[in-house]
């Protein structure tokens, strides 16, 4: 091989190999915790990119959106963020829902600040588009007054804002109410032992379940039922001209931050004091190591009746068994019996 043709051969290896700077990127990109943070972040601006520009076509659109459409928005753009960050993070897409997970034992603490930040910068990063991309229809539409409350209002396009008919209290608890609904079907949908969506559906079910919640209860405090939904839009229109107005009508800012954390925590106590510890478990399965031998024996509760059917090896099917004998009291043995004599099995009714 001459040295021109080394030369080249060494010029295509160093081109194939990525510069240092783009290795420590792909290292730091790796980690656990940033990846969750960056899942926390993509997932909620698709979630709310979906569901503010819904309302936007509700605002400004005249005919074309409608309250449905919000739901709808709100609903299946939950969905789609699910598929983004459901494998890597979990999808939360929700402050209270971290803060239950967390405080239930379900994650750690030090994950919660990592998903909230990833939550907020996703949806303020939403209410940024949403604004560039509606700008000329919210000037049209407002005269180019940017207003928070009246005829012309659209902050009510980023954020929630209680209606005249609410007091500010019973916007509290209408969002406490909701949130814990909220929370109760989420650990419904998502627990293994009971009666969870089928796999691949969790996604969709969970879409259903905000269009459910917009359609039924979403009337008297738009059903904002997360801090990261609520917060960084409100403050984004802040910054974008509406003023310090969006803080100060009706002193309401602050309720959707701490009404759906209160809701979500009370709703996942009550699954799983009344529902998630009366699940019946599938029986416990003890094992007896004997050389290198696996005997397994099924521990069925005592209070679940038992039926032993003996069904005769006349039809063909071989299984290996192990059968108890008890020699002691309470203390059962275990022995192995050849697969060639009748099956027994143990049902539970």
């Given at each position: 091989m ?16 990525p510069p240092?700077m783009?290795?420590?990127v792909?290292?730091?990109l790796q980690r ?5 943070f ?5 997932s909620t601006y ?7 520009g ?6 400004l ?9 919000v739901?709808?928005?709100f ?5 789609m963020g699910v598929?983004?960050?459901?494998k ?8 209270a829902?971290?803060?239950?997970s967390c405080?239930?034992?379900r994650?750690?603490?030090k994950k919660?600040?990592v998903y ?5 910068i ?7 588009t949403i604004y560039?991309?509606f700008?000329?229809?919210i000037i ?9 409350t ?6 009510n ?12 209290w019973?916007g ?5 109410v909701v949130t ?21 559906t969790e996604a969709?079910v ?5 269009v459910v919640?917009g359609?039924?209860?979403g009337?008297?405090?738009?059903y904002?039922i997360?801090?990261?939904?609520d917060l960084?839009p409100r ?7 509406w003023?310090?107005?969006v803080?100060r009508?009706r002193n309401?800012?602050?309720v959707?931050l701490?009404a ?7 709703g996942?106590i009550i ?7 009366n699940v019946?478990?599938e029986p416990q399965?003890?094992e ?8 397994r024996i099924?521990?069925?509760p ?8 003996i069904a ?5 099917s071989v299984s290996?068994l192990?059968s108890v004998?008890?020699s ?5 043995s275990?022995r192995?019996?050849?697969?060639l ?9």
């Amino acid at each position: 091989m001459t040295q021109a043709d080394r030369k080249k051969r060494y010029s295509r290896s160093s081109k194939m190999m990525p510069p240092p700077m783009v290795m420590k990127v792909q290292k730091v990109l790796q980690r656990e915790m940033v990846r969750e943070f960056l899942a926390e972040l993509m997932s909620t601006y698709v979630m709310m990119v979906f569901g503010l520009g819904s309302v936007a076509h509700m605002v400004l659109g005249e005919k074309l959106g409608s309250y449905l459409g919000v739901n709808l928005g709100f609903g299946f753009g939950v969905t789609m963020g699910v598929h983004v960050a459901g494998k890597v993070s979990g999808a939360h897409m929700n402050a209270a829902v971290t803060f239950a997970s967390c405080a239930l034992g379900r994650m750690a603490w030090k994950k919660f600040p990592v998903y909230v930040l990833g939550q907020f910068i996703g949806s303020f990063l939403a209410a940024a588009t949403i604004y560039c991309l509606f700008y000329s229809a919210i000037i049209d539409y407002s005269g180019g007054h940017l207003t928070v409350t009246g005829p012309i209002a659209t902050a009510n396009i980023f954020a929630t804002y209680l209606p005249d008919y609410m007091t500010l209290w019973g916007g509290f608890l209408d969002e406490v109410v909701v949130t814990g609904m909220l929370q109760l079907c989420l650990f419904a949908i998502t627990d293994n032992g009971n009666n969870p969506a089928l796999q691949g559906t969790e996604a969709l079910v969970i879409g259903i379940l905000i269009v459910v919640i917009g359609i039924s209860l979403g009337m008297n405090s738009g059903y904002a039922i997360n801090p990261s939904r609520d917060l960084p839009p409100r403050f984004f229109t802040f910054l974008a001209g509406w003023g310090t107005q969006v803080f100060r009508a009706r002193n309401w800012w602050w309720v959707p931050l701490v009404a759906p954390i209160l809701g979500a925590y009370l709703g996942g106590i009550i699954y799983l004091v009344l529902i998630g510890c009366n699940v019946p478990r599938e029986p416990q399965i003890l094992e007896n190591h004997m050389g290198s031998e696996d005997h397994r024996i099924p521990v069925l509760p005592k209070a679940v009746p038992r039926q032993t059917e003996i069904a005769s090896h006349n039809s063909g099917s071989v299984s290996p068994l192990t059968s108890v004998s008890v020699s002691p009291p309470n203390r059962p043995s275990v022995r192995s019996i050849p697969p060639l004599s009748d099956s027994i099995r143990i049902q539970q009714f």
